[in-house]
């Protein structure tokens, strides 16, 4: 039980996220208070991009004139965003409605609006590109819609010059093979979902992940690297498998009837920190091996307390397939060509917004036990719709995936001005899986033959163009 000072700061409106946490059901109660009403749900997009040069294909570097930094410069001059600085380099931008953040290899990330609508994000994403596509075509770079930088090498990439970034990058190297690569190469797409409370939470953290293996393979966009094939549909996905085992997968017990946040918040306390932020520094805890936040809680480090903010900071630092913090975020889709970069969104709104179509949803998976799950996941990585779960190919399972979203969103009758709901934000994708292909299929197949293994035909085909998603949706 709290003490009464801290509810009587609590009532003044103190902010309390840096006083030290008493107990875990202060961290549970974090969950919870992201809680909302049905009519306060939003969706959220996290887009990141691979940004190369345009003459070559290799990884645009951070710094110099034609570098990532001079596009967040030119963003800030002719586009109304404020730059945010570390150490006198431009890292982030602060924008009218949504920021845009770099992460370690140079990728660009819009951390889209909350939206009511698929709509709504699709106008977002649309100006963000076109402001993209501007800048780049002024200094040489292109966006590519790949899951993963096609060509440079990790050592051959800039690490982006950020204290976070600093500490994770040698720790990722003793922890996993792949986890510099996941860092530097790979870039997804991300949808953030609200919840009503602690049972509608834990549903749509259990039927997002049961999903994983169908939407890693619907959306496979990774299969080159390293300038050649990799092997793989989501090369981005199996490099997940290698980064690091304590804070990736599925854990076994989000597929439980009776999970609650106190599960989740007992995973998220034995999972090793990578830092501590104070004043705006980071202190790196990677030196102290192992020290996870149950024992800095329990003990401290030095002078230092575990905080609520410590606790915010710690969760983002989680990476399973679809991870908890104050809504449900999922992470499993490769960053997408421009015309589909809103399918996993779309997919997601329709499924989780709707009680039917959740129930619908987990009916289609819940019949794998969590090793079979683990097991299915390994083969969408691989073969992308081309797997199969017994009798089963991925194919049917993703379209009939793809057909209870659609459902979903046609019920929500979400309308754009010429009163089309959401479901024009799935089709391009749907078309592609009804025909056996995933963005990933189509990339190779292009790679042997139209653009007969040449780097240069592979980013003119894979470029964005700022008219391509209006063009897409016929807007």
């Known amino acids: 039980m709290m003490k009464p000072a801290r509810l009587t700061l609590r009532n003044r409106g103190v902010n309390f996220m840096s006083e030290p946490v008493e107990s875990k059901d202060e961290l549970i109660r974090y969950f919870a208070s992201g809680a909302k009403p049905r009519e306060q749900w939003r969706i959220g997009t996290e887009y990141e991009k691979v940004a190369v040069s345009a003459s ?75 402001q993209l596509t501007e800048i780049g075509h002024k200094i040489g770079a292109a966006i590519l819609g790949l899951g993963m930088q096609p060509v440079s090498r990790i050592d051959e990439i800039e690490l982006l010059p950020k204290a976070r970034y ?36 834990m549903r749509k953290l259990r039927v997002s992940t049961a999903l994983a293996p169908l939407i890693y393979a619907a959306f496979a966009n990774s299969p080159i690297c390293d300038g050649r094939l990799n092997g793989y549909a989501s090369y981005r996905g199996h490099i997940w498998t290698g980064t690091d ?45 192992g020290l996870t936040f149950r024992q800095f809680m329990e003990r401290g480090w030095g002078r230092e307390r575990a905080t609520i903010e410590d606790w915010s ?44 179509c959740l129930t619908g949803a987990w009916d289609l ?46 019920r929500q009758k979400a309308l754009n001005e010429r009163r089309e709901d959401e479901t024009i934000y799935l089709l391009g994708l749907m078309d592609l899986v009804r025909g056996g292909h995933s963005p990933a299929s ?34």
């Not at 042997?448 to 807007?475: F, H, I, P, Q, T």
């Open 365 to 410: 998976v819940k019949r794998w036990s969590h090793e079979e799950r683990m097991e299915l996941t390994h083969l969408a990585h691989q073969r992308g719709l081309e797997a199969r779960a017994g009798r089963i190919g991925f194919r049917e399972l993703a379209l009939e995936m793809f057909n209870i979203a659609a459902a979903g969103l046609a």
């Open 166 to 201: 600093r500490i994770m990058y040698p720790y990722m190297a003793r922890k996993g093979r792949l986890g510099q690569r996941m860092m530097k190469q790979t870039a997804g797409v991300q949808a953030n979902l609200d919840y009503s409370g602690e049972a509608d939470a």
């Open 442 to 475: 189509l990339t190779i197949e292009r790679w042997k033959g139209l653009w007969n293994y040449d780097v240069s035909r592979m980013v003119e085909g894979c470029a964005y163009d700022s008219e391509l998603a209006n063009v897409a949706y016929g807007l």
């Open 56 to 130: 070559d294909g290799r990884a645009l570097p951070f710094s110099g004139p034609n570098g990532v930094e001079e596009i967040l410069r030119r963003l800030v001059d002719g586009h109304g965003y404020a730059p945010e600085e570390e150490d006198g380099r431009i890292i982030a931008l602060a924008g009218p409605r949504a920021p845009i953040t770099i992460e370690p290899g140079g990728q660009i990330e819009l951390s889209g609006e909350q939206c009511e609508t698929i709509h709504c994000a699709h106008r977002e994403f649309t100006s963000h590109i076109a």
């Open 313 to 356: 900071n710690h969760l983002t630092t989680i990476f399973i397939e679809v991870r908890l913090k104050k809504y449900v975020e999922a992470r499993m889709a490769d960053s997408q060509p421009p015309s589909m970069m809103l399918a996993l969104p779309a997919l997601m709104k329709g499924i989780l917004y709707d009680d039917d």
């Open 245 to 289: 085992p304590d804070r990736c997968g599925a854990p076994a017990f989000i597929f439980r009837d009776d999970a609650c946040f106190a599960d989740y918040a007992e995973y998220a306390l034995d999972v090793p920190m990578y830092f501590l932020i104070r004043d705006h520094r980071y202190i790196n805890l990677t030196d102290s091996p």
